[in-house]
């Protein structure tokens, strides 16, 4: 009884209200940029992530939503080249065509080969280095928000983590965005049976994303959705049996809940 009464109605509301927001994306828009800046022309937003096809696996319907604003420029910076399984060369070339799916240019594709920033879930990052190179991208290319994990890293990785605290380090600590404002949010990590609960994770997002002024929200339409489906179809190399299963299951293929870091 408690599955008809109480589970059915929450799943179908969930649904209902992942359609209303793919019609009415409206519903959940909020600015992303520094207040000083929100009257900039061409806003500047950068995805910094661990690995190739971090893009697609977590971000994608927040790469789709802003591809298709014609004031926003986007860039990628990759931590690595991916080369745990000795396939760095061939996943670069991987990265760069899933970054042309969403509409990015390649040479707004930054590839970091650092062998103090290696691809591997033991090794630990040195986050003033991960720092660093994060503000020199950020710098050179005048940006203005940037996305990246949060201290879970979605899937526990230790990269993924390593990256979400070198770019808070340079966000707190940087003199120069002291006086250059920047907006940095985390992608929200999600307990087990939410990150594979596919669009009927809606309800619970849209709870999270209205309590505070400092939460974002983004929903990947059938459009959007097909277009991160297409992007992970360029990372032939990690075209594994799971993860054609995550490409369907996995909320973030349809959601990307974040908070903001500073």
């Not at 969930?14 to 009415?24: G, K, M, N, V």
């Not at 992530?49 to 697609?56: I, L, N």
């Not at 669009?199 to 459009?223: C, K, Q």
Request: a positive charge; aromatic letters at 12%; proline letters at 3%.
């Amino acid at each position: 009884m408690i599955v008809v009464h109480v589970v059915v109605p929450l799943l179908l509301a969930s649904a209902f209200l992942y359609a209303l927001l793919c019609w009415r994306p409206a519903l959940i828009e909020r600015d992303i940029f520094p207040l000083e800046k929100q009257q900039k022309k061409q806003k500047h937003v950068l995805f910094v992530t661990a690995h190739p096809d971090d893009e697609c696996m977590f971000f994608s319907p927040t790469l789709a939503y802003l591809n298709r604003r014609p004031d926003v420029t986007v860039s990628l910076l990759c931590l690595t080249t991916g080369n745990h399984d000795k396939l760095g060369d061939v996943r670069k070339k991987e990265l760069v065509k899933s970054a042309v799916t969403f509409g990015l240019t390649p040479d707004s594709v930054i590839i970091v080969d650092d062998q103090y920033l290696p691809d591997s879930p033991t090794k630990v990052w040195n986050l003033a280095l991960v720092a660093k190179t994060v503000e020199a991208v950020a710098v050179a290319g005048d940006v203005d928000t940037i996305f990246t994990f949060d201290q879970r890293g979605v899937s526990g990785h230790q990269n993924h983590i390593a990256a979400y605290m070198g770019v808070k380090h340079m966000a707190l600590t940087s003199q120069r965005f002291k006086f250059q404002k920047i907006n940095v949010y985390a992608l929200e990590s999600v307990g087990l049976a939410r990150k594979f609960s596919s669009i009927l994770d809606t309800l619970f997002a849209y709870g999270m994303s209205v309590t505070g002024t400092n939460n974002r929200m983004f929903v990947a339409d059938l459009g959007a959705y097909s277009q991160g489906i297409q992007a992970m179809l360029m990372h032939e190399s990690q075209l594994v049996w799971f993860r054609k299963l995550y490409l369907v299951f996995s909320r973030y293929m349809f959601i990307n809940t974040y908070t903001k870091v500073n």
